[in-house]
């Protein structure tokens, strides 16, 4: 139902920026969760930053003061802003949706992912 689009991938050096974009498409109603995951090399999938229709944001640590998530509700995109990166911010970042069914969460929808790769 919800198909999910992320861009803005791509290599930077150390202490540059990327901003990645995530656009939603398939409901006309408004995904209550919208986040970035991430998954490194050989490591497990974490959550990089998410945030909910009514604003409120929460952020792993090694990212908060760098990274800023936002999102625009009437079109149901989420953006990442990502600052001062480092080689340790490498990773497919894949996009993430939630949508609350009414009395219980619907399974995640995901992008496919788009690869940052940063050059130290």
């Known amino acids: 139902q919800v198909q999910l689009v992320e861009s803005g991938g791509g290599l930077v050096q150390a202490g540059g920026s990327l901003r990645l974009s995530c656009a939603a498409s398939?409901?006309?109603?408004?995904?209550?969760?919208m986040g970035w995951y991430r998954q490194a090399p050989g490591e497990q999938r974490e959550l990089v930053a998410s945030?909910?229709?009514?604003?409120?944001?929460n952020y792993v640590d090694s990212v908060k003061g760098r990274f800023t998530i936002s999102r625009e509700n009437t079109n149901n995109t989420v953006y990442l802003q990502m600052n001062s990166l480092t080689a340790e911010d490498t990773a497919v970042y894949y996009c993430?949706?939630?949508?609350?069914?009414?009395?219980?969460?619907?399974?995640?929808?995901w992008g496919k992912g788009t690869l940052v790769t940063v050059s130290s």
């Open positions: 993430n949706a939630r949508r609350w069914a009414g009395s219980y969460w619907e399974p995640d929808y």
């Open positions: 398939g409901t006309r109603f408004i995904i209550d969760v």
């Open positions: 945030i909910l229709s009514g604003g409120m944001t």
